[in-house]
């Protein structure tokens, strides 16, 4: 409503009464009585204002515990704004506290870190994964200087020579973390941290994959390519020797070979587009085979036992075929002539077990956590000559994991080696 009216007019009305009032007592009891009915009539009028204002006071004082009298004339209107106005605030401020509450909820969740600081550093806020990453604590380390927390002599550069157009990536507390200050309203500045500890890591295992893959079939083609050339000039070359050039360049294509497929099938089974598709295995058949094997490559130089009293299990019969008669493979391969191999399938209350067992040339305990890593190998020279890729132990561990199975690797060395694989106790049905 238009001030005039609200304000004004009541006012002016207000003191037209009182001068008519005092006008009239003037005219019945002389000028004296007028005055004091005008004086008195203009007191009332600034006595009723200084005490609306004076209740005013109290309630801008405490505004949430005193309470605004109803008022008079203009009053009423000033005290009906202030509670609209107030009830507005406190709509707002709620609405507020709600919007804090969920931002605060998905800086939580957030897979970064957020750091909130002012102008010249000082902590004011952090999320849970900054904590983490930075080795911050927001209750503790609260309005202290972040570059006096975060002690990195490049994270200190970066700070000092201010060049925030880039992330600088550092190594802090065991973690490759990439930092990014961003500047925002006038006084505040973000730093955001991201992780890359993992992708790095996966990022080197895969280097290194291929560099180890390289020189495994580097090794061969030079061999092939080595008696290729001989041949080409030395067209009359005497045909024993010949048969002997391709005899061995045979043998290296048959390795290239090998470690190809290995390669491919721990591509496959590392993928994730192929997971298992359980079907019932049918072990006594899965495990008669893998003995054959072992006989193939045994050939009666050693004394195979073979145990068979576990259940059939769900799973993937290729995979299971191939981890299994890898373990045997090896045990084969690194057992002298006139050891015991011991293969076992076997139930126990914490599910069936595949052992494979031999009297072999043992693996000392340095090596053990390492064995399933790809191309490691204890003695690389034995592993090549009896055709190993450096790649079973690593398909055995994926397809042990892929059948929620553990892997488990008990050698002495010079004594022999255990390799079983556990598998759980829902996989099996019989
Ligand atoms: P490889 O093709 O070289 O045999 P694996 O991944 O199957 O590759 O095995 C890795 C290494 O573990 C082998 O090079 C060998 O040194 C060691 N190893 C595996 N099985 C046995 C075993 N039964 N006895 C002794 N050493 C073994």
Known sequence: MNPLIVFWVPAILRTLIVVCGALVVGYFWGILWCAIAVGSGLAVLIGLQLHYLYRLSIWLDKPDSSKLPDGWGAWTEIFSRLYRMRREDEKNQAELSEWLARFRQAMTLL??????????????WCNPVAEQHLGLSLSK?????????????EFMDYVILG???????????DRKLILHIIKFENRRQILVTHDITESERIDMMRRDF?????????TPLTVINGFLEINAMQPDLDSKIRAGHIKLMTEQGQRMQGLVE?????????????????????MTQLLESVVSEMHGLS????????????????????????????????????????????ISWTNSDAGPKFMVKDSGIGISSEHISRLTERFYRVDKSRSRETQGTGLGLAIVKHVALRHKAQLTIESTSGVGSAFSIQFPMPVSIA
């Open 111 to 124: 897979p970064d870190g957020v750091v909130i600081m002012d102008d010249v550093l000082f902590l004011e």
């Open 141 to 153: 380390d609260k309005n202290m200087r972040v570059t006096n927390l975060i002690r990195s002599p």
């Open 163 to 173: 060049r925030f157009d880039k992330p600088l990536t550092v190594t802090h507390r």
């Open 210 to 218: 291929i560099a180890n893959a390289s020189h495994e079939l580097r």
């Open 262 to 282: 290995d390669m491919l099938t721990l591509t496959r089974l590392e993928s994730v587009d192929f997971p298992v598709r359980p079907e019932r295995v049918n």
């Open 299 to 342: 050939v009666g130089k050693h004394e195979l036992i073979f145990i068979n009293e576990g259940p059939d299990v769900m799973g993937s019969f290729d995979e299971l075929r191939s981890a299994f008669g890898n373990l045997v493979s090896n045990a084969v391969r690194y057992t002298p002539v006139g050891g015991t191999i011991t």
